[in-house]
């Protein structure tokens, strides 16, 4: 049998995380060799096609609880920077105090972690006075101006783009490549690391010498390399599955958190022409003290009729017919969960419940937002519930739709997963230790959304690399 090929260190994921660590130790002089699961982005696909591309399970990892909605995750090069809104935040400051009081010492104590930050906003380019606000996103628009008439806080989004022509593509993958993705940033004509896509982990082995066996499939043939340091960066709910099935931490996905987005249709008088823009370019934060945060979505004619697919014929026949006229609007929650991240047969999924407080939160949310469509001269909205009236004229008619829905009648979706690997003091806290070093195991790491010791509140992806670069630098290599 041939002899598996040995390298110093191996990076399995090549989202934020693992793109950052690839760069950051081949820039230190390492041999790096990293496998990514997905393919390459393939800029040419369609929206459904991009969905099934590009995401694990096609984009929908069930998740099953109080009520059913799907999970996304990415399964490409440059992870989730591919299929997200390129929303580049830094960690908000209250979730940032959290952290430090919980875990004293870890990187979220760092001297530099504002420098960090910093710095890798300038290396993606981020900025809140992008392109983007001078085109299209006319629905973004009213809901700014809405928002301005009641004095509630919204802010410009500060985005990783360069170029955006406001396709309105971001979930599927920007078919003009205008997003800064981990990707470009950190990878791209990077000599020193050997990058192999579509290459899916299925097992670690831990060796007598201390090293690690990494097996992988890479074009329907199974391979294996060799590495003292193997650091994974598989995403939200892939690490954890990935060190459970090998036996190396029985209780990884054990601490699984995550946002909640909850989507009305509005309607208006005039054309908002809503495929004319971009994922978001405002987000309404005057309640994100309390864990809620209101914007634009993503809109295409398919992500339309996704979401209107839990209506009457007839009713998904009219609206869809009246398409200029609509807009997809959010809000976003922070909920207290208690979620696991399991695999059956190979299928991802999470099971979860949550708390009497975070379901009058999604109520709240859901009823703050149609205030706002109705200030915003909505003629119409469409809430999202599977069961009873969902269509409401006036605010008076959807406040009381709102007031009267239990949770099974909701419809959500999940798209950022976090904690499922968190951080903590000791094996009884968290996976992994305040160096991201599993628990018990020498050599291996984790290091991407899943070591958040809890949910942000907020997109993710600059805590993520502030969290990768403060990582790194605590390893003085």
Known sequence: MQTAPQVECVVVGSGPGGSLIANRLAKAGKEVTLLEAGPEMDRGAGVAEGLFKHYWSGGVVPMLGPFL????????LGGGTQINGALYWPTPK???????????????ESSTWDASEAVLASEFSVSSDHQSYGLGNTASRLLRKAAQEKS???VQVPRAIKGCQNLNRCASGCPVGAKMTAEKVMLKEHVGIDIRSSSQVTVIEKLVSGKWKIKYRHQNKMEEVISSRLV????ATESSNLLRKSALSKRAGYFFQFHINFKIIAKFENNVDANFGTILTDQVQEFMSESMLFMTSN???TYLASSLSHLHPEDFKSYMREVQNLGIF????????NAKVGSLFGQTYVSWGWDARSFLLAKRGLALLAELLFAAKATEIVLPLKAGQYKARNLREALGTIESIRPEHLIGVSVHGMSACKMGHSRDTGIVDLDAQVWGHKG???VDSSILPSNTGESPQGT??????????????
């Open 152 to 154: 509630w806080q919204v």
């Open 299 to 301: 809109f295409t004619n």
């Open 69 to 76: 909605m799907p999970f996304g995750q990415a399964k490409v």
């Open 94 to 108: 209250k979730v940032l105090a959290e952290w430090r009081e919980l875990i004293p010492g870890s990187v979220y």
């Open 330 to 337: 959010t809000v976003m929650i922070r909920p207290e969960v």
């Open 464 to 477: 993520i690399l502030s969290t990768a670069e403060e990582i790194f630098r605590r390893w003085n290599i």
């Open 232 to 235: 994974i960066c598989a995403g």
């Open 444 to 446: 291996l790491y984790v």
